[in-house]
C-alpha cells in the first residue's frame, strides 16, 4: 500500500455472539482522537452498566502509531492484545474495537478466552465496510494578484482540494493534497510566484 494511504472503517458497527453461556458483544468505531474513544467507551459502559468486562483495543495515526490494548479485569493479554492483534492483521488504524463481556457462569480458560476475543474483535471487523484515506498535507499559498492565472492553472492540473480562499491585491489559497503530490505542487506555485506556509 502506498505510505500516504491508510485503511479505516466508514461507520459504526455491532456484532454478537455466544460462547460457552458467556455473551460476547462486539463494537467497531471510526475514531480520531483519544477524546471519541473515551466517549465511546463512556456510552458503552452506561448502556451495558451491568455487563462484566468492556474490553477493548485502538490504534490512532495514518500508521497506527498510537495504539492501546486493554483487558479490563481478564487474565492479562487474554483480550485487549488478540483484539488489536485483529486490527494490525486487517491493517485498521483510526479504529477502535470493544468486547463488552456478559459472563455467563462457565469459565472459559486463557485459551479460550483468547479465540472468543479474537473471534469477536475479527467479526466486527469483517462486518465493517473497509475503506482506504490518504494521509493530507494542508498548505496556505499568498501570491500577488498579477500571479492569479498561473496559480489557478496548476491548481487545475495538480487537483489539491480547495478549503478557502481570498483575493485582494494579495491573494491567499487554503490547499489540502495528499502527501505523496504535496512537494509538486509546492514547488510549481513557489515558481508562480506564491509563498507557502505549512499548517
Given at each position: 500500500m502506498a505510505e500516504d494511504l491508510y485503511k479505516?472503517?466508514?461507520?459504526?458497527?455491532?456484532?454478537?455472539?455466544?460462547?460457552?453461556?458467556?455473551?460476547?458483544?462486539?463494537?467497531?468505531?471510526?475514531?480520531?482522537?483519544?477524546?471519541?474513544?473515551?466517549?465511546?467507551?463512556?456510552a458503552l459502559r452506561k448502556r451495558f452498566f451491568d455487563a462484566t468486562h468492556y474490553?477493548?483495543?485502538?490504534?490512532?495515526?495514518?500508521?497506527?502509531?498510537?495504539?492501546?490494548?486493554?483487558?479490563?479485569?481478564?487474565?492479562?493479554?487474554?483480550?485487549?492484545?488478540p483484539i488489536l492483534g485483529q486490527l494490525l492483521s486487517h491493517e485498521l488504524t483510526d479504529c477502535l474495537v470493544v468486547v463488552v463481556r456478559y459472563f455467563g457462569g462457565t469459565k472459559l480458560g486463557v485459551p479460550g478466552l483468547i479465540a472468543a476475543y479474537k473471534e469477536s474483535a475479527q467479526q466486527a471487523i469483517e462486518a465493517a465496510e473497509v475503506i482506504e484515506k490518504t494521509v493530507d498535507r494542508s498548505i496556505t499559498a499568498h501570491f500577488p494578484y498579477l500571479s492569479m492565472n498561473d496559480v489557478m492553472r496548476i491548481i487545475k492540473e495538480e487537483q489539491p482540494r480547495i478549503s478557502g480562499q481570498e483575493f485582494d491585491n494579495l491573494c491567499t489559497m487554503h490547499l489540502t493534497i495528499r502527501e505523496s503530490q504535496a512537494e509538486k505542487l509546492i514547488e510549481r506555485l513557489k515558481k508562480a510566484g506564491a509563498s507557502i506556509l505549512e499548517e
Open positions: 479505516t472503517i466508514a461507520a459504526p458497527v455491532e456484532v454478537a455472539m455466544r460462547e460457552r453461556s458467556s455473551k460476547f458483544l462486539s463494537y467497531i468505531y471510526p475514531v480520531q482522537s483519544e477524546e471519541q474513544i473515551r466517549e465511546a467507551l463512556d474490553c477493548y483495543a485502538w490504534r490512532l495515526g495514518p500508521h497506527g502509531e498510537q495504539y492501546r490494548a486493554n483487558d479490563d479485569g481478564e487474565p492479562s493479554g487474554t483480550a485487549g492484545k
